[in-house]
């Protein structure tokens, strides 16, 4: 993931563990933190500078999936499309 800040050169924030969907970038006041949907269907949350995991998905016919997912810093949810059983929608992840 690359970063450019206003009136700098392009580096890098940082690399994933895994290949992305999709992502979304959050900074908790201390750390770099990115959220994403990885190809394998799964959401994981690395935390720049500290390490990677993947969030615990209960449900193993459903995946995230698309090129969607969204951060609330203020309820503390990411909410993405996601596919299981061949019908798609919309969830919520309370707390990642």
Same mark, same amino acid.
């Given at each position: 993931?690359?970063?450019l800040p206003p009136g700098g050169s392009i580096g890098t924030l940082t690399t994933l563990s895994n290949d992305a969907q999709s992502f979304t970038h959050y900074f908790n006041g201390v750390n770099d933190i990115i959220f994403y949907c990885g190809v394998d269907g799964r959401l994981y949350k690395h935390t720049v500078g500290v390490g990677e995991s993947?969030? $615990?998905w209960p &449900?193993? !016919?459903? $995946?995230?999936t698309g090129r969607s997912l &969204?951060?609330?810093?203020? !309820?503390d949810k990411l909410t993405f499309p996601y596919i299981q059983n061949n019908l798609v929608g919309i969830a919520e992840y309370l707390s990642p």
């Open positions: 993931i690359r970063t993947a969030l $615990s &449900i193993s !016919s459903m $995946s995230c &969204i951060y609330d810093s203020g !309820s």
